[in-house]
């Protein structure tokens, strides 16, 4: 069965950046849309962005604060999401998860497979 394990997360000034990577393990990688989301204690989780299997279609959710760029390497079998001007309140565990892309639009409910998260933290 397909696995996800997000690495990259840590600490940044605010203004920075990071980019976070979504490893997957097993077969099928390429089938799947690979959605981000980002979880807040007390809050609901929400998307950050979506990226289809091939690498063409992309969306970027309205809620999800400033500069992002998400993008894949299927020969690698990863999806990377790009996190520029970051603020305090970008902090959060950030997951990425495998489904549809149709089912990513809508947010986080419908997504199949999920990684554990890496944690994003902005502070001075």
């Known amino acids: 069965q397909l696995q996800l394990v997000e690495s990259g997360g840590g600490l940044v000034q605010p203004g920075g950046s990071l980019t976070l990577s979504c490893a997957g393990t097993g077969p099928y990688f390429d089938h799947y849309t690979i959605g981000w989301f980002r979880q807040v204690p007390g809050k609901k989780r929400e998307g950050v962005a979506c990226v289809a299997g091939a690498g063409g279609n992309k969306h970027y959710f309205p809620s999800a604060r400033g500069d992002v760029f998400v993008y894949r390497d299927n020969a690698n079998n990863t999806a990377y999401l790009e996190m520029n001007k970051l603020e305090p309140e970008d902090t959060a565990l950030y997951l990425c998860?495998?489904?549809?892309?149709?089912?990513?639009?809508?947010?986080?409910?419908?997504?199949?497979?999920w990684g554990r998260g890496t944690l994003v933290a902005v502070s001075s």
């Open positions: 998860a495998a489904g549809i892309f149709g089912e990513c639009l809508s947010g986080p409910n419908g997504m199949q497979l």
